[in-house]
């Protein structure tokens, strides 16, 4: 089993940036696939990005394509997201997963995180 933590989450102004981490337990980290996914109120939750077990290769909704960049660090079981230039629109409770395989599919994410709120204001 792997266990998720979301932290970097909070309050910021259109155009500014944050960056989230997920931090996770388990020695088999390095051999998953890590994603993000974000849930607005009222909406459904919708993928933002991913990262292979590896690191590199990543992929991105276009909604966050050029603004979102994440990246992982196997020796200390932690995946960021770095979020530039943001929007109001960014404005969600964000979470990260695990996978066994690279996806943009939610069902195929096995373990979650309790989510992290990003709020971004005018």
């Known amino acids: 089993q792997v266990q998720l933590v979301e932290s970097g989450g909070g309050l910021v102004q259109a155009g500014g940036s944050l960056r989230l981490s997920c931090a996770a337990s388990?020695?088999?980290?390095?051999?998953?696939?890590m994603g993000w996914f974000r849930q607005a109120p009222g909406k459904e939750r919708e993928f933002v990005g991913g990262?292979?077990?590896?690191?590199?290769?990543?992929y991105y909704a276009d909604s966050v394509k050029g603004r979102f960049t994440l990246s992982r660090d196997n020796a200390k079981n932690t995946v960021y997201m770095q979020m530039n230039s943001l929007k109001l629109e960014d404005t969600a409770v964000y979470y990260c997963?695990?996978?066994?395989?690279?996806?943009?599919?939610?069902?195929?994410?096995?373990?979650w995180g309790q989510g992290t709120q990003v709020t971004v204001s005018s």
């Open positions: 990262i292979n077990s590896s690191g590199g290769r990543t």
């Open positions: 997963a695990v996978s066994r395989i690279p996806s943009d599919r939610e069902s195929f994410y096995e373990y």
């Open positions: 388990g020695r088999t980290f390095s051999s998953y696939t």
